[in-house]
Nanobody
């Protein structure tokens, strides 16, 4: 059983930056593709970014490209999401997720484990 704990959320002004972390335990971290998703009130959960087990492959939602960087440290069993140039529309609960099989996916249904989420609020 893989457990995931997100941290790093908070309140930030538009244009600011945040780095989210997701610490994992259980399982073999490098064998999981990892993803970050977000969910705003009244909206569906949406993909933000994904990274393969080795860290060599990354993918991003169009809304995240150029502003967001996903990375992982397999020695620390942790995945990160660096977000720059934040906008009020980035306000959401952010979740990390783990997917067996080394590759990430943009589909939430393909992930096996989820964290509890961390809130990001961006003020204008």
């Amino acid at each position: 059983q893989v457990q995931l704990v997100e941290s790093g959320g908070g309140l930030v002004q538009a244009g600011g930056s945040l780095r989210l972390s997701c610490a994992t335990s259980g399982g073999t971290f490098s064998s999981y593709g990892m993803g970050w998703f977000r969910q705003a009130p009244g909206k569906d959960r949406e993909f933000v970014a994904g990274v393969s087990g080795s860290g060599s492959r990354t993918s991003y939602a169009d809304s995240a490209k150029g502003r967001v960087t996903i990375s992982r440290d397999n020695a620390k069993n942790t995945v990160y999401l660096l977000m720059n140039s934040l906008k009020p529309e980035d306000t959401a609960a952010y979740y990390c997720a783990a997917r067996r099989g080394f590759l990430s996916s943009s589909y939430a249904s393909e992930y096996d484990y989820w964290g509890q989420g961390t809130q990001v609020s961006v003020s204008s």
